[in-house]
T-cell receptor, first 113, second 111 residues
């Protein structure tokens, strides 16, 4: 079974701080990677894709480490509105089937005032 | 409005009844998915479809039936609801695998 592991948290972080969390995956043949954000009792929403060279979107930076098989998400200058659960998603692209798309169980982040 | 819509938002049904959850998307995305989300399990894929008239099982298909006669619709039917199917159900769609857009979910309670 292809596994995607995340620390469930919660991560309690003061407003304005920088926080980072990782997601490890078991299959070295993984092709593409994503971070999603899910607010309480809401649907998951795509936050950003994760590229091999790393990518940044405002206060958010995503990194991929293929050698150690993990992806990371860093949030700078955290806001109260960043409080959510962050899900990592790994796609193994098993012949084009969606069964290769695996969600982690999420990391719960709480930004405290 | 463009997007992906699910109905109903909330449903309570009795054990043994058949219930259908509806999903409609206006983007003409080729891929559509049904997930269930439960505490301790995260999101689990029930069924997916790569195009109209093509469906495939996911991780937890037992007790569910899907169809996709039109690109925009992907209903999920629980043939004979059981308490273990109490969950939050998300429909989703995408152009390619990974960057998928979710509907707002259906909270189903089986009593």
């Amino acid at each position: 079974r292809k596994e995607v592991e995340q620390d469930p948290g919660p991560f309690n972080v003061p407003e304005g701080a920088t926080v980072a969390f990782n997601c490890t995956y078991s299959n070295s043949a993984s092709q593409s990677f994503f971070w999603y954000r899910q607010d309480c009792r809401k649907e998951p929403k795509l936050l950003m894709s994760v590229y091999s060279s790393g990518n940044e979107d405002g206060r958010f930076t995503a990194q991929l480490n293929r050698a150690s098989q993990y992806i990371s998400l860093l949030i700078r200058d955290s806001k109260l509105s960043d409080s959510a659960t962050y899900l990592c998603v790994v796609n193994w692209e098993s012949g084009g089937g969606a069964d290769g798309l695996t969600f982690g169980k999420g990391t719960h982040l709480i930004i405290q005032p | 409005d463009a997007g992906i819509t699910q109905s109903p938002r909330y449903k309570i049904t009795e054990t043994g009844r058949q219930v259908t959850l509806m999903c409609h998307q206006t983007w003409s995305h080729s891929y559509m998915f049904w997930y269930r989300q439960d505490l301790g399990h995260g999101l689990r894929l029930i069924y997916y479809s790569a195009a109209a008239d093509i469906t495939d099982k996911g991780e937890v298909p037992d007790g569910y039936v899907v169809s996709r006669s039109k690109t925009e619709n992907f209903p999920l039917t629980l043939e004979s609801a059981t308490r273990s199917q109490t969950s939050v159900y998300f429909c989703a769609s995408s152009i390619f695998l990974g960057a998928i857009a979710f509907g707002s979910g259906t909270r189903l309670t089986v009593v």
